[in-house]
């Protein structure tokens, strides 16, 4: 058992490789950290827009991911002085995921707003 995961996991630089058959995936720090920023960014801008996106934790991830993501490589606003931490801008991600989440709301509202409710209040 140990073999097998000192073949999985082999730790350099700070970072994981995952090594299985011929494919080998390496998760740096800086990657980990990553997703550790979108994750509270996505967070936040669930709490500004105040709707949850589906799948928790991992749907405010996704949120983060793709707000730096629209922020820095779609739409591009140039002026607007940026807080970089670990080379990640926070307030581009921050409005980038907030975009996304009103977005996601403004397209979903319709299917779940017209649902019955599970319970009664007497």
Request: charged content about 10%.
């Amino acid at each position: 058992m140990a073999s097998l995961v000192s073949h999985l996991l082999i730790f350099a630089d700070g970072g994981v490789s995952i090594h299985i058959g011929n494919n080998v995936w390496t998760f740096s720090s800086s990657f980990i950290i990553y997703l550790i920023i979108a994750a509270i960014v996505g967070i936040i801008a669930e709490f500004i827009v105040g709707w949850r996106l589906p799948l928790g934790i991992i749907g405010a991830v996704i949120a983060g991911v793709i707000g730096v993501w629209l922020m820095t490589q779609v739409i591009v606003i140039s002026g607007l002085g940026d807080v970089y931490l670990n080379g990640v801008p926070l307030i581009r991600a921050l409005i980038g995921a907030t975009i996304l989440i009103a977005l996601w709301h403004a397209l979903t509202y319709r299917s779940w707003h017209s649902r019955r409710r599970y319970y009664r209040r007497y």
